[in-house]
Structure formats: structure tokens, C-alpha cells
């Protein structure tokens, strides 16, 4: 790990003039959970030990399907990409890991891409397939779907790019493949419902075959869009389904905008969680739909009873409990990189908070049928300002105690606008 972006000097400068008052804070946060029986160095040491992934693709300007407003300095590419993830992680220190896409992200030579990502500090997470938009020179048209579709030719070359992508990701160091497909129907009586799952089935298990000994399919699912009356794997009990057929291998990837609304997402990750079927999630947050809003930035509340059942799942592990968390946003209106460092705060903040629970006294209450004590249980917690635990872990490993300040400091943007050719106008995600 040589080619760090930013000077280190730079931050432990920017450290310095902000140490006394986070010592200050710290201690004073340290005397108050004394007082309940929590050791705050204990909660430290597992937030410094926590990480997630940055999605390559959120690196770039997002946008809808009406429009995307592109920023100067932007990253045009994956190793543009990863010099912004690596400026993310040297100021979080946590998030040391890469999720890539493909085709968006091919390159010619992985292992010298996998040097690259090293040298800048960072390693690759899943890797992520796409069978939902064409290719130039791709022999069949996705337009009718993918893994699902009724043509099996289609269905093969489906089935071949998840595998070029397993194949890809062996190359890069990753362990897991996350399969997402937009595929299903926009009218009733379009798409045959109980066919296109056999399909769907029988593709997948084609893919799962090709799994190198020690790697995950992580099934995502969603509830619309592109197919807005009937989605494939629509919800996570298709999910839980097809990944029982698949194998153990198989498991389900909880993206927070992917479900209903007012859906109970902590009860879906306890349900995975009971039959071993729990393999990562998508952190984001949303107000009506796939929003793909900055974690924890409209329900932070839903985030923290989120990680509430993973702490509980972590107390109670069951074979293959081994979440991936990863990061998956769009940011639209935001530099990505600061949108990244805040939602990987507020991600890190939710997991410090669960850690904080009482759980004898929740496990108490629960059992005692104390409605009103297993409730403030979680409260307690959850009300707790745990920001100087996040800046005390980020500033003793290297990383910055005021992430967007020194983000902003360092003049990382306006260089790369000097450096970097401009992003194009153009609509979609990335
Ligand atoms: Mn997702």
C-alpha cells in the first residue's frame, strides 16, 4: 500500500487542531455509559473492526431515467473509481473493499487491476453481474429478459456473463456473486408467473454450478422497476425460495429499497437469518421507492433496528452467517465521495448504537413480557450520540475525526476536475 490519495500528513494535521475536544467528548461519553455497565474501548475496538463496501458505480454522479447533471472531476472510469473509494477509506478507514460491476468495469488485465487496488489500500468485494441493459456487439437483446427469458439462446448468454463475471472476480480476489435481474413483465398476462421462475431456477442453478469452493451467490431481489407489474424475484420470499433450491452456497442480499412500503426489513433479516439464508445487504434508504437515498439520511431508525438484529444474529450465529455489507446509492445532487463518507458514518453509527443495547435487560423484558422496558432498551441505545466513538476509531487508525471537513480540505475535486476528461450528459444510474 504505497499510492495512498490524499497526504497523511495533511489529515493528522487536521487531526490535531480537533483531538482535545474529541478526547474531551470521548471521556465524557466514556463516564456515562460507565455508569451503565458498558465499556466504551470494547465498542470502540468492534466499530474499528467493522467494514463496508463502496460500490464502484457509486463513485460516479447517479442519476433517474429523466436526467443526470454531472460534476467536474467525476470518475470516468474504474481506475478513476478506485482512487476516489481509496479517498473514502483513508478518511473512514472503513471501507477497505470495492464491490465491481460488470461489464461497466472490464479491463483487459485483472491482476494488475487487483495491484492497483491494493496499492491505494483497497481489496474487491462482490462481484456484480448485469443482464438488464445491452452491450455493443452482444448477440441477443435482453429487451424480452435475461435469465428468464423464453428464448433459450438468450438465457445461455445470461448465464455465460454471470459465469465470465465468477471468473472475473477469481482474478480480482472476490468471494461471492450478486445477482440481481430486472426481468419480468409490465402487463398481466405477459409473462407466464410460474414458467419464468422455473426458468429463473434453472438459470441460476447453471450459474451456481460454476461457484469456485468457498464463494456465495447473493440472490437480490426487488419489487419493481424496470418490470412494473410483476417482478421475477420480487420479494424475499422468491428469494429464500430459489436460494433453498439452489444450495447452501446460495443466500439472500437485503437491498433497503428493494421492498414494499412500511415493509418490516429488521424482521426479514431475522427471518434469513433463522434458516442461514442471510448473506448481505444493500445499504441505502428511501422515501417511496428504490430511492437510493444516502443510508440512514430519511429512516435512521430502521437502520439501527437493522443492525439491532445483526448484533442479536451475531450473539446467536448460525452455519454461513457471514453478512456482506456493501453500500448501494445514487448520488444525484452530492460529490459521491462525500455522500459515500456520510452514509459510511451513518452505517458504522447504526452498528456502534446496536452494539450499545442492554441486552440482558432486553432478553429480560422480552422474556418477562415488559412491553415498556424492552422498548427503552432500545431506545437507550438508539438515543445515545455514539459520534465520538466513530471519530476515536477513524482518528487512532488514520483516518480523519472530521471526515467531510478534511474531505474538503484537501482539494481532492477541484484537482481531479483539472485532471479528469468530462463525464458526458446523459440519463440512467450511472
Ligand atoms: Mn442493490
Redesign the pocket.
Known amino acids: 500500500m504505497t499510492g495512498l490519495p490524499l497526504s497523511q500528513e495533511a489529515i493528522e494535521s487536521h487531526n490535531a487542531e480537533r483531538l482535545e475536544a474529541l478526547r474531551d467528548e470521548y471521556d465524557a461519553l466514556g463516564r456515562a455509559l460507565d455508569r451503565r455497565a458498558v465499556r466504551l474501548d470494547d465498542i470502540k475496538a468492534k466499530v474499528a473492526a467493522f467494514s463496508v463496501a463502496l460500490p464502484s458505480w457509486g463513485s460516479g454522479r447517479g442519476g433517474t431515467r429523466f436526467a443526470k447533471f454531472p460534476i467536474p472531476g467525476e470518475p470516468t472510469n474504474i481506475h478513476e473509481k478506485l482512487a476516489d473509494c481509496a479517498v473514502v477509506n483513508q478518511l473512514s478507514r472503513s471501507t477497505p473493499r470495492v464491490s465491481p460491476h460488470f461489464p461497466w468495469d472490464f479491463v483487459d488485465d485483472y491482476a494488475a487491476l487487483r495491484e492497483e487496488a491494493a496499492d491505494l489500500g483497497l481489496g474487491f468485494d462482490a462481484v456484480n453481474s448485469n443482464t438488464f441493459q445491452d452491450q455493443p456487439g452482444q448477440a441477443h437483446s435482453y429487451r424480452s429478459g435475461s435469465l428468464t427469458a423464453t428464448d433459450p439462446a438468450v438465457r445461455a448468454q445470461a448465464v455465460a456473463h454471470n459465469i465470465a463475471c465468477i471468473e472475473i472476480g477469481r482474478k480480482l480476489g472476490s468471494r461471492a456473486l450478486?445477482v440481481?435481474v430486472g426481468d419480468g413483465g409490465n402487463f398481466p398476462g405477459q409473462q407466464d408467473l410460474g414458467a419464468a421462475l422455473d426458468r429463473y431456477l434453472e438459470s441460476a442453478a447453471e450459474i451456481y454450478a460454476a461457484l469456485p469452493e468457498g464463494w456465495r451467490m447473493l440472490l437480490?431481489h426487488?419489487m419493481y422497476e424496470p418490470a412494473f407489474y410483476a417482478t421475477v424475484i420480487q420479494d424475499w420470499g422468491s428469494s429464500i425460495l430459489a436460494a433453498q433450491q439452489l444450495g447452501p452456497k446460495a443466500q439472500c442480499?437485503v437491498?433497503l429499497?428493494?421492498h414494499a412500503p412500511n415493509v418490516n426489513i429488521e424482521q426479514i433479516v431475522a427471518r434469513l437469518h433463522r434458516f442461514g439464508k442471510l448473506g448481505g445487504f444493500?445499504f441505502?434508504d428511501s422515501k417511496y421507492g428504490d430511492d437510493d437515498l444516502d443510508s440512514g439520511s430519511i429512516n435512521p431508525h430502521q437502520l439501527f433496528l437493522v443492525f439491532n438484529e445483526l448484533v442479536e444474529a451475531e450473539l446467536k450465529p448460525r452455519d454461513g452467517f457471514d453478512p456482506a455489507y456493501m453500500i448501494?446509492q445514487s448520488h444525484n445532487v452530492t460529490d459521491p465521495i462525500e455522500s459515500m463518507l456520510s452514509s459510511a458514518e451513518a452505517i458504522a453509527g447504526a452498528y456502534a448504537k446496536a452494539l450499545l443495547v442492554d441486552r440482558d435487560a432486553l432478553h429480560a423484558a422480552q422474556q418477562e413480557n415488559d412491553v415498556m422496558m424492552a422498548f427503552q432498551a432500545l431506545r437507550t441505545a438508539y438515543r445515545t450520540d455514539v459520534t465520538p466513538i466513530l471519530a476515536m476509531a477513524r482518528a487512532e487508525t488514520g483516518g480523519a475525526v472530521d471526515v467531510l471537513g478534511a474531505y474538503r480540505d484537501s482539494g481532492w475535486r477541484d484537482r481531479k476536475a483539472q485532471e479528469r476528461k468530462p463525464v458526458g450528459l446523459g440519463a440512467g444510474i450511472v
Open positions: 450478486t440481481w437480490e426487488k442480499l437491498d429499497g428493494h444493500h441505502n448501494d
